[in-house]
Structure formats: structure tokens, C-alpha cells
């Protein structure tokens, strides 16, 4: 099936009871088992739910993997992967993480013994000379929150094999409308599915997805331990949600190349950062392995403009954090999503004070411009 079928044909898309072409929310937490000690199928919902197993078998298809895991959040998700290593493990990870990936590696990872290094992952010789004896993973975002920088993925999960460590990509920016990082030699991908793949702001998720067996029976037995699973209800929304990804993409797609072309002809603006500005040193890599540049955009104003007026000024998009929803969302990373990061790391890696990030939601062209254009008189 091509890709836009297979987010509605995918995975188990037909509840095999009934036939129901929309597979139910089965809430039970336990199961009927028949036989004592026979291994049936559902025991537990912890451990396993129809509902639940419904999602995994779609993104892991969607994603070109062999096993998926659905928890209860995107953070939720990294860390049951973070939890595949041991103390003493060394893991390199992208200088440019949303907040949340940065708190959860130096706020709990770190006491449990995991060792880390930072890197910029565009840079090869950088992540080569970063490789210690007890490195185990490199774990980057491609593109990157919030700044939108772009890595070889291919590139690097070749310097992975080469010195036999795993790769995991989070690939909520790109989705796999835009690319299939598991196709391009990686080990692991995580989602948080709140964003994109939900798509609707009504929903908390976090999958990931791999096409390793080792690494899966790994997965599943941190998943069950851990315990932090994505409830039926939860599942069902975010499968309602994967369905009309490609649609919603579309339009996504069309109205950030309408509000970067904007934002490039405003002269208050003073930076953009976006993927498929052909300006950009990251461009030719994006377009190498991304069928498109996404909807996220991020931008700083010229100096002496007041970021907070600005985005305080916006009627129709919304100031929040999240991202990837049906409506227009914009935060400021640096008091919001990456308020976690100190000041002089968030500065050295690019995130300003004034930097502005903007999810393009699928509203209508005229008014999303005509809302900012508002907005930028103002200041």
C-alpha cells in the first residue's frame, strides 16, 4: 500500500470480533483466561490491550518497522528507550532537544549513572571524536526543536554501525509523511505523538518504533515494567487522528510556505529558521531525505522589538505550547518549551530570548497572514 493508504488500511484496521472498521475501546484492565498457565493472548492491560496493540501495528507499518510501543507521553516514551542502557553507559545527544529531553537527561538520567556528551549531530567529526569506549547510542531530532537544524540521518547511522552503537531519531517534527528515518539505516524512532500524528490538541502520546526483534523484546519488557502505557481511550483518538495525517499535511505544508515566504519579506523579522529555505546550510540534506520541510517555523525579531507584545497581539493563532494541532500555535521557547534549559546553554546553542516558534495550523491562508500582519503593526 502507498502511504496515505496505509494510514487508513494499516496495522489492524478492521476489529477482528466484530468487523468494525473502526477498531472499539476495549477498557477492561484484566482478561478471562481460560486455562492457568496457558500464555493467552490478553492477560493484563498493562501488558497488552486490543486497543492499544491496534496503534502499535500502525505506526510501527507507517514508520517501516516491524514492532511499535505505544506510553502514556512523548517524554514517557524516551525514557522507557533511555532505560534500554545501564549505568555507566555512554550515550551522544543532539545540542538542540526540546526542554523536556534536556530536563529528563540531566535531572534523572544523569543519577542513575548514564553518561552523555553533547554534540551539534550535523557535524560527523564531531559526533566520531564524541565516541568513548562505553558509548552504546547517538539520539538526535532531525529537524530539530526549536531551532530546525537538519542531520544526515543516513550519515550518521552509518558512523553508528561503524562503531557498533544504536541510533534513535525523534521524528515528531518531520512525521513519517516527511520521512522514514528506520529506512535510512536507524535502530529506534520516537514520536511524541501529541503533536502531528494526534494532530487535533485533544491527546497526550508518545510511541516508539523499531525493526529490530533484540531491541523490541527489549521494548516490551521496559513497557510492561515501567508501566507507563497509553490507555484504550488515548489509543483510539490517536489512531482517529493518524488517519487524516496525510490530508492535514497537505495543508500544513501549504500554508507554512505561504508564511515563510511572509516572514522573508517583513523586514521586523531578522532570522528564519525552516527547513526548506534554500538559503539554508541544511537545506540540500533535508531535501535529500525528507519528501517535505514540515510546518514548523521559528524566527527572531530584529533587536528592539518586543517579542511578548507581538505574540500577546495574535487573535487567531494561539499562544501555546504544543505544536502540530489543526490551529495555529506559537510560544517562545525560552520562557516556555525550553525554559528548563539555563540561560547560557539555550544561548549557546541559538536559542535567543527573542526567538519565536510557530506551528502553521491548517486555518485559512488569508486569515493566518492577515493575523500576523496585525499583529507585526503593532510593534
Not at 98 to 119: A, C, D, I, M, W
Request: overall charge negative; charged content about 20%.
Amino acid at each position: 500500500m502507498k502511504f496515505n493508504t496505509k494510514l487508513i488500511h494499516g496495522g489492524i484496521s478492521e476489529d477482528p470480533a466484530t468487523g468494525a472498521v473502526s477498531i472499539p475501546v476495549y477498557r477492561s484492565s484484566t482478561f478471562h483466561q481460560h486455562q492457568l498457565g496457558a500464555e493467552p493472548k490478553w492477560e493484563y492491560a498493562r501488558t497488552g490491550n486490543p486497543t492499544r496493540q491496534a496503534l502499535e501495528k500502525l505506526i510501527a507499518e507507517i514508520e517501516n518497522g516491524t514492532d511499535g510501543f505505544a506510553f502514556a507521553s512523548g517524554s514517557a516514551a524516551i525514557h522507557a528507550v533511555f532505560s534500554l542502557f545501564s549505568a555507566g553507559d555512554h550515550i551522544i545527544i543532539g545540542n538542540d532537544v526540546y526542554g523536556g529531553t534536556f530536563r529528563l537527561v540531566n535531572k534523572v538520567l544523569k543519577r542513575f549513572g548514564l553518561e552523555f556528551s553533547v554534540v551539534d549531530t550535523r557535524d560527523l567529526a564531531a559526533i566520531e571524536a564524541a565516541v568513548q569506549v562505553n558509548t552504546k547510542a547517538i539520539y538526535f531530532e532531525t529537524p530539530t526543536n526549536p531551532l530546525l537544524k537538519i542531520t544526515d540521518i543516513q550519515a550518521v547511522a552509518d558512523i553508528a554501525k561503524k562503531h557498533d552503537l544504536k541510533t534513535i531519531v525523534d521524528n515528531t517534527f518531520a512525521t513519517p509523511y516527511n520521512q522514514n528515518p528506520l529506512t535510512l539505516g536507524v535502530d529506534i524512532v520516537v514520536h511524541s505523538a501529541t503533536k502531528y500524528l494526534g494532530g487535533h490538541s485533544d491527546v497526550v502520546a508518545g510511541l516508539a518504533v523499531t525493526n529490530s526483534k533484540q531491541i523490541a523484546e527489549d521494548l516490551a519488557f521496559l513497557q510492561n515494567s515501567i508501566g507507563s502505557v497509553l490507555g484504550p481511550d488515548d489509543s483510539w483518538l490517536l489512531m482517529r487522528g493518524i488517519k487524516t495525517l496525510g490530508v492535514r499535511m497537505r495543508v500544513h505544508h501549504e500554508n507554512a510556505n505561504l508564511v515563510y515566504d511572509y516572514l522573508t519579506s517583513n523586514d521586523k523579522v531578522a532570522n528564519i529558521y525552516y527547513p526548506g529555505n534554500p538559503e539554508s546550510d541544511d537545506y540540500n540534506i533535508a531535501k535529500k531525505q525528507m519528501r517535505g520541510f514540515g510546518a514548523m517555523i521559528s524566527f527572531e525579531l530584529q533587536p528592539g522589538l518586543d517579542a511578548k507584545k507581538f505574540v500577546e497581539s495574535l487573535q487567531l493563532i494561539d499562544l501555546a505550547e504544543s505544536l502540530g494541532g489543526i490551529e495555529s500555535l506559537i510560544e517562545v521557547p525560552a520562557v516556555m518549551t525550553h525554559a528548563a534549559i539555563p540561560r547560557e546553554i539555550r544561548l549557546k546553542n541559538g536559542i535567543t530570548d527573542e526567538l519565536i516558534r510557530l506551528s502553521v495550523g491548517i486555518e485559512d491562508e488569508e486569515d493566518l497572514l492577515d493575523d500576523l500582519k496585525q499583529a507585526f503593526d503593532k510593534i
